[in-house]
C-alpha cells in the first residue's frame, strides 16, 4: 500500500529533550515536506527536500533541523525542543521534476504527529 | 511573500446543497493544490490544478491563473464532506503556502 507513515503519532516531552520524529514514503517521491499545523493558523510549512541531499527552509525553520541521507526517508529533528513547538505536524511526499522550477506534484501526507512540550 | 485567502471561514449545509469555496492568492503561482482534511485530522489532496478545470465525481475545481483565483465546487453535499478545506499554491520551487481553510459542515 502507498503511504507515508510518521512515527511517533504522539509524543509529550520535556523542554530541552532531543527528539526527532521519522517520517518514510514508500512511493519512490523525489519532494517530501515538514509542516506544523495551529489553531488559528493553519498549516505552515517548516523544510523540505526536492531530492536527496538537498533540504530548503519553509516559513517557520526555526528550532528545527531536517537530513535527506535517502530517497524515502525524511526525518524532523528538534534539538532543544520548547513549548512553542508543541502542535501537530505532517510529513508529505510527491513527485518531483529535478531542475524544475514548479516541481511539486499532488502531495501524500502522513497521519500526524501531535507534539506536546511542556 | 505571498498571500492566499479562502473564504468563506465557515460554511454550514443541508445534506444535498452545493456550495462554492474559493481561494485568491496575491502573486503568481507554479501551482495549486486543494486538501479536505476530515474531522479524524486526515489530509487528502483533492486537486492538483495549477490552470484548467477537473472533476472528480461530486467535486470539481477551477483555478483562473490570470486571474489569481480557484473555486472548488461540491455538489449534493453529504455529511461526509464535513471537514477543513484548505487549498495551497507553490510560488517558486517547493515551497507552499497554504490558506487559512474554510471549514464545512454539513447537517443531515
Known amino acids: 500500500e502507498a503511504q507515508v507513515t510518521q512515527n511517533p503519532r504522539y509524543l509529550i516531552t520535556v523542554t530541552g529533550k532531543k527528539l526527532t520524529v521519522t517520517c518514510s514514503q514508500n512511493?519512490?517521491?523525489?519532494?517530501m515536506s515538514w509542516y506544523r499545523q495551529d489553531p488559528g493558523l493553519g498549516l505552515r510549512q517548516i523544510y523540505y527536500?526536492?531530492?536527496?541531499?538537498?533540504?530548503d527552509k519553509g516559513d517557520v525553520p526555526e528550532g528545527y533541523k531536517v537530513s535527506r541521507k535517502e530517497k524515502r526517508n525524511f526525518p524532523l529533528i528538534l534539538e532543544s525542543p520548547s513549548p512553542n513547538q508543541t502542535s501537530l505536524y505532517f510529513c508529505a511526499s510527491s513527485f518531483a521534476l529535478a531542475g524544475v522550477p514548479s516541481s511539486s506534484y499532488e502531495q501524500y501526507f502522513g497521519p500526524g504527529t501531535r507534539l506536546t512540550v511542556t | 511573500g505571498i498571500q492566499v485567502e479562502q473564504s468563506p471561514p465557515d460554511l454550514i449545509l443541508q445534506e444535498g446543497a452545493n456550495s462554492t469555496l474559493r481561494c485568491n492568492f496575491s502573486?503568481?503561482?507554479?501551482?495549486l493544490q486543494w486538501f479536505h482534511q476530515n474531522p479524524w485530522g486526515q489530509l487528502i489532496n483533492l486537486f492538483y490544478?495549477?490552470?484548467g478545470t477537473k472533476q472528480n465525481g461530486r467535486l470539481s475545481a477551477t483555478t483562473v491563473a490570470t486571474e489569481r483565483y480557484s473555486l472548488l465546487y461540491i455538489s449534493s453535499s453529504q455529511t461526509t464532506d464535513s471537514g477543513v478545506y484548505f487549498c495551497?499554491?507553490?510560488?517558486?520551487?517547493?515551497?507552499?503556502?497554504f490558506g487559512q481553510g474554510t471549514e464545512l459542515s454539513v447537517k443531515p
Open positions: 512511493m519512490n517521491h523525489e519532494y
Open positions: 502573486d503568481s503561482v507554479n501551482n
Open positions: 495551497a499554491v507553490e510560488s517558486q520551487g517547493g515551497k507552499l503556502i
Open positions: 490544478i495549477p490552470s
Open positions: 527536500s526536492m531530492n536527496v541531499e538537498v533540504t
